[in-house]
């Protein structure tokens, strides 16, 4: 129900409310009502609607506008991402059932080349990432890097490193580490970093040895 002009003093009086001009504006009459029929089309209808009138505060004898709600989309209500939906449900398909089109960045998928190409400039895995080089670690400080770990070298280049290193080893021990490292490729090459396993191996078997005999 729209209020006509003549009716806005009765309504806006009680509220002490200023009256814009922004608030009338001309309607044209429905002539579809015989109420209507005969209002010019120049006069202003006010757009403020009894309802609009709400208390300016809960106990208060105050009026004032009610505040306009901005409308809503309904499909805002059951918009969902893509990314929500991915096992969202229990026994939902999971992503690793998913296709998977391209090729990845970081080729784990396909062994490094043992001789690269100084054109190759494919990532197979071994390189570093930004962590490592904002916190390099102790060997690449001092420029020993993880190729230099799993290169493989020859019993004697293997006895040079541990003795420089000071690692000090009789020729029987030596036999026996290399004979355990050798096992542990098929091709029984063998590699710094397969040493430091097997010793870290002894090491801690000597450790559980000496705690069961006392």
């Known amino acids: 129900m729209l209020l006509q002009s003549s009716e806005h003093q009765v309504v806006i009086s009680p509220c002490t409310l200023p009256t814009p001009n922004s608030l009338l504006k001309g309607r044209k009459p429905d002539c579809a009502n015989p109420a209507e029929a005969n209002v010019e089309e120049s006069e202003p209808t006010l757009l403020i609607k009894p309802e609009d009138i709400v208390l300016k505060e809960p106990g208060s004898s105050e009026k004032t506008l009610r505040t306009l709600l901005r409308p809503r989309d309904k499909v805002s209500h059951h918009y969902k991402t893509t990314s929500s939906e991915i096992n969202a449900v229990v026994g939902a398909l999971p992503s690793t059932c998913y296709p998977i089109y391209g090729v990845p960045t970081i080729r784990s998928d396909i062994p490094a080349p043992r001789i690269r190409r100084i054109s190759d400039r494919t990532n197979y895995g071994e390189e570093g990432n930004a962590y490592s080089l904002l916190h390099p670690t102790i060997f690449g400080q001092k420029g020993v890097f993880e190729r230099d770990f799993f290169k493989t070298r020859s019993k004697k280049e293997i006895a040079e490193i541990l003795c420089n290193i000071g690692v000090k080893l009789s020729d029987e021990e030596f036999e ?37 005999t006392t």
């Open 176 to 212: 026996n580490v290399w004979n355990l490292a050798s096992k542990k490729h098929h091709r029984g090459e063998v590699c710094v970093e397969t040493i430091r396993n097997v010793l870290d191996e002894l090491q801690h078997a000597d450790r559980v040895k000496c705690k069961t």
